[in-house]
Structures are given as C-alpha cells and as structure tokens.
C-alpha cells in the first residue's frame, strides 16, 4: 500500500510523482510540514506504476523554511489579505494574474484604480474590483501596491496617506522612487517596501530584488516575497544596492532581447528561416538559463561542457572574445546602474 501525494513547491503544485521517488529521503529534503485537503485512502500500486509517474492528489507540502523563509505563516497571511493597486498598468496586470494563477488570493479581493478606464475595465474583467479614487483603495487593501509612474509617487501617496493604518504594508515598484521619498510621502508610521521587479513579471518570471524602509517590519518583507514568488523570484538586499539591480536585471531584459535577435540574425545569415532562428534563438537562451539555475553550475563550467577541443563552439567562442562581448556586457550593467543612481537623486 502506497500514499499518493500533491506537492506544493515554491512555484507552485506539482500534479505529477514518482512513489518511489517520494518516499525516499532526497525528495522529501526542503519540505518540513504537511497538509492534508483532503486525506485519500492508499491505493496498490503495480511495478510498472510505480517506475512512472503517477498523479498525485491528497497531501500538500510546503517548503522548509530555509528555502521560503516563513513559508507557512507568509502563505496563509497571502490568502488574508486583501491587495490593492494604485496604477493598473501592464505590471500591476501581470501581479495579479500571478496571484489569482497561483491561489494565492481570489479576484474578488483585488482591488485597482487608474487613469485609464480601460486599465480599470481590463481588471474587472477577471474578477478585480476597480475603485474611482486611490483612497477607496487604499481603504479597501491590506497590501497596497504603488504602481504609477515615478513622477506621480509622490502625489498618489500623499492622497491615501491619511487613511494608511499600521495594518498596511506600501509595495513601491516605481524606479527610481528611494525609501525616504516613499516614507516622506505615506508618512513616518508606513510600512514601505521598494521592489525593482522586471518584465518577465509579464510571464510570470520576474527577477527582483526588495528593500525595507519606514516601520516595514519582518512580516512585510515575508509577505511581500510570497507576493513576488508567485511571478518569479526576489532577494532582500540594502537600498544602496537596488541600482545594481536596475543596471542588471531591470535593464537586463534589453540585453538578452538583444542577444536573441543577433543570434537570429546570424541563423538567417547561415541560411535558416527566419521564425525557426528565433525559436531556436529563443529556446536556447531559456534553456542555458534553466541548466545555470537548476544545476548551480558555474556558467564558465557549464560553457566548458559545450566547448570541445578544436570544434565548433570554441570558434565562435573565440570571435566573440575577440568582439569583447564580455566587457561589453559588464559595461552595459555599469552604465545603467551610473544611470539608476542618477535618477533616484533628481
């Protein structure tokens, strides 16, 4: 007799497992607590069952806290929590999507306002509840997400701030904005977390980083990575550093765009399609990004694995050292984190 499990990891369930695999130590490591919803009874399972992937239904497991810090205690403040945008741009979009795909909380419990009232439209129409004013809200959110544009932080929080209680927890994802400004605008009692998050928020693989400021408390900086693990992933670091972020991936997204298209192109100039360059352009990059996270493998290592003696790769290797395509990206990071340091001090 075999218990069959669903596992929920930091991105979410896996609907499939190996028995054999589940039961043994090495699987279950970085889980630490269960939840059953609801028990099934065990069922019997065949040898060629269990060498395959069965699919799994009665037990959740959530990570261990090392891996997802307060991983219990942040998920179920998620789902208490109501969330709420000021500015329902493509980013606010892409949060709360995330969040409803996840589980993390219903749609009826996402509340928005913006300018635009097809923004406003856009969020009715998958369950969020649209507002006419910021203070409604604010006064309708637990989590209030600042998502308007640099120049109007300052105004938009300036409206909600007498309805902010300590209960609130301020997510700023506007570039640029420091923790003293958000904290001058929402006031010395606000709950402020800055975010620099980046497009591939849009599918659901942001890479972002968070730093605390005003009363922002722990609790917030576990809410608010729940919140960011459902798109992605995020790292806490000291504000000093948040440039550093923009300059790699704030602004990375333009360098791999840019990486994929000269890629395509030279898959055209060798004779390939066009739109057969670009997937395998495409699917490529994806794929060398999942061998560098999933394998923890230096990527000097795993371009070594590739690389054989007086072969293909080494050729291009070597044009591309002669282009100075290192430094050249090394650069890029550098002049776009001068820039960031730059705009936070006008």
Not at 188 to 211: F, I, K, Q, S, Y
Not at 230 to 259: C, Q, R
Not at 260 to 286: F, H, N, Y
Request: glycine content about 8%; aromatic content about 4%.
């Amino acid at each position: 007799m075999l218990h069959i499990y669903r596992v929920l990891g930091r991105h979410g369930f896996r609907d499939s497992f190996s028995p054999l695999a589940l039961h043994s130590s090495a699987a279950l490591r970085g889980f630490s607590a269960a939840i059953f919803s609801p028990p099934v009874s065990s069922v019997k399972l065949t040898t060629e069952q269990v060498k395959g992937p069965v699919h799994l239904q009665s037990v959740i497991i959530v990570p261990q806290a090392t891996a997802f810090p307060n991983a219990m205690a942040s998920a179920t403040a998620v789902l208490d929590k109501r969330i709420g945008f000021l500015g329902s741009g493509q980013m606010a979009e892409a949060l709360a999507r995330g969040l409803i795909k996840r589980g993390l909380v219903t749609a009826e419990r996402i509340a928005c306002n913006d300018p635009n009232p097809v923004r406003k439209e856009l969020f009715k129409s998958f369950g969020a509840m649209p507002y006419d004013s910021n203070v409604d809200v604010a006064r309708n959110a637990d989590v209030l997400f600042v998502a308007v544009k640099p120049q109007h932080v300052a105004q938009v929080l300036t409206e909600v701030r007498s309805v902010l209680t300590e209960t609130h927890t301020v997510v700023s994802i506007a570039a640029g904005i420091t923790v003293e400004k958000l904290v001058e605008a929402a006031g010395p009692d606000a709950h402020v977390v800055r975010v620099m998050p980046n497009t591939p928020c849009l599918v659901g693989e942001t890479a972002a980083a968070m730093c605390l400021g005003g009363k922002a408390t722990p609790e917030d900086e576990a809410l608010v990575r729940t919140i960011f693990e459902a798109v992605g992933k995020i790292y806490t670091v000291d504000e000093k550093l948040l440039a550093a972020v923009t300059g790699l991936s704030g602004s990375g997204p333009a360098y791999v765009f840019m990486m994929v298209e000269a890629l395509a192109d030279g898959g055209v100039r060798a004779g390939l399609p066009r739109d057969i360059a670009q997937a395998l352009a495409a699917q490529t990059v994806l794929g060398s990004a999942k061998m560098v996270l999933e394998t923890g493998t230096h990527p000097g290592a795993l371009k070594d694995m590739v690389t054989s003696p007086a072969g293909t790769t080494i050729a291009g290797v070597h044009e591309l050292e002669k282009a100075g395509v290192r430094a050249a990206f090394m650069s890029a990071v550098v002049a776009a984190t001068e820039r960031a340091n730059q705009l936070s001090k006008m």
